[in-house]
C-alpha cells in the first residue's frame, strides 16, 4: 500500500483544530527519495494490414519524492509529499497532499489516491505489473476500452477516473487487524488531474465517496489481508454534455484477498463498475478481475499472474470489449533498493465490433531495473 506524508496551511489549521496552540518542536525537514523502473523489451503484436508496431521498446516510470513531517510537542504528526513525475507528463506534478496524524487515525487533504484505492489488494506479482495497464507499453490496445483505473484493465478503481485528485480522506487507526477509510471528492477531473479551481454540476461529476476497509494479520504461520471498496459519485445533469450523451451516477465495488505462508503468497481480486462513466457513446461499465501466485526466498521472487476485464464498450454495438493478460515474472534483489525484473507475458484485446480493426493480441519478453531511494 502506498505510503503518505505531509503539510501546508489547511493542514496547519487542521491542527490547531485537534491541538490549540501546540507548535512543533522541530520545524519540518524535507527528504528527497523516489523510484526509477527502468524497461527494456521485445514485443510481437498481432497488426492490421498496413501497420507494423516496432518489435523493441525502452521505456520507463520514474518519480522523485519529497517527504516531510515534523512531531508536535503534543504528539500530532504533520507532513507533506511532494511527487515529482521524472517523464515529461501533462500531470507533472503527480500528487501533492498534506496529512495530520495521531492517535485518532490519519487525516490527508490534496491531491492524492483515494481511500478505496489505498487499501485494496490484487494479485501477488514481481515483475511488470498487468493489473494497471503496464503491459499496453508493449502490446497496443486498440479497442477504445481504458485500461487504467478501469475494470478492463485493473480492479485497482478510482471513482469517475478521479485517480490522484483534490479530496479529503480519513484513515482509523488499525484495531485487531481492521482499519476504515473515507474518501470525499467535491468534484472530479475524470482526465485524472488535480482541478484547483471551481466547476458546475452540469460539467463533471461532484460529490463523490470512497469507502474501504481493510484487514491484515498473521497467524500459525499465516499471513492474510482482505480488502474492500465502494466508489459513489454525482453525475453531470447533462447540460453541457456532448450531443446523445446520457450519464449515470458512478457506482462502482472491488475486493482483494492476499493469502501468505512459508514465502508463498496466493491472492486476487475483483472489481465491478455497476454505473460507469459514458464518454460520447463510449461506457466504462463491466468486471474485472485477477488472481496469481508468487514465491519468494532470500533475493530471488517468483510469480504467476492472470487478468481479465470485460467492459461494454461502444454502447451502440451489441457486445463487450475483452481483454485476458497473463504474465510470468522473475525478480532477483541485488542490494538494497536494487532489483534486477524480468517479465514474459501474452495480452489479447478484442473488441466488440465486427471485423478484426479493434482486435489486437501478443506477446512480450521485458527485463527492468527497478531501483528506490
Known sequence: MKKALLLGTSAIVAAGMFAGTA?????????????????????DNDDPAGTDTQDFEQWSNSEIIFNGK???????????????????????????????????????????????????YAAPAVGLPINSGSQTQHIFN?????????????????????????????????????QFGLSYLPDIDPT????????????????GFSVGLNYVNSFSGFDVAASGGFYYAEAPDGALLP?????????????????????????????????????????????????????????LGFSLTYFHGEVEGDTTIVGDDEHDSFAGSVSYALGPG????????YSDFEGEAVGTGDDNDGFYVTTGLALSF
Open 23 to 43: 507548535q512543533a518542536a522541530d520545524p519540518i525537514e524535507i527528504r528527497v527519495g523516489g523510484f526509477m523502473n527502468q524497461w527494456f523489451g521485445y514485443q
Open 243 to 299: 450531443s446523445g450523451a446520457s450519464v449515470d451516477d458512478f457506482e462502482a465495488f472491488n475486493l482483494g484477498l492476499n493469502v501468505g505462508f512459508g514465502g508463498f503468497t496466493l491472492g486476487g481480486s475483483y472489481g465491478d463498475i455497476s454505473e460507469g462513466t459514458i464518454a460520447g457513446v463510449n461506457s466504462s461499465e463491466g468486471e474485472g478481475y485477477d488472481v496469481g501466485i508468487s514465491y519468494e526466498t532470500g533475493a
Open 142 to 178: 486498440p479497442t477504445g476500452s481504458s485500461t487504467f483505473r478501469n475494470v478492463y484493465g485493473s480492479t485497482f478503481i478510482t471513482p469517475a477516473n478521479d485517480n490522484d485528485g483534490q479530496k479529503i480522506t480519513y484513515f482509523t487507526p488499525r484495531f485487531s487487524g481492521f
Open 192 to 207: 485524472g488531474g488535480d482541478r484547483n479551481g471551481l466547476t458546475t454540476e452540469q460539467a463533471s461529476y461532484t460529490n
Open 70 to 120: 515534523t512531531t508536535l510537542d503534543n504528539g500530532l504528526e504533520v507532513g507533506v509529499q511532494v511527487q515529482l513525475e521524472a517523464n515529461t507528463s501533462g500531470d507533472q506534478i503527480d500528487e501533492s497532499f498534506a496529512f495530520v496524524e495521531g492517535s485518532f487515525g490519519r487525516f490527508v487533504i490534496g491531491s492524492e489516491n483515494d481511500a478505496a484505492y489505498l487499501m485494496h
Open 338 to 345: 536494487v532489483s534486477v525484473i524480468g517479465t514474459v507475458g
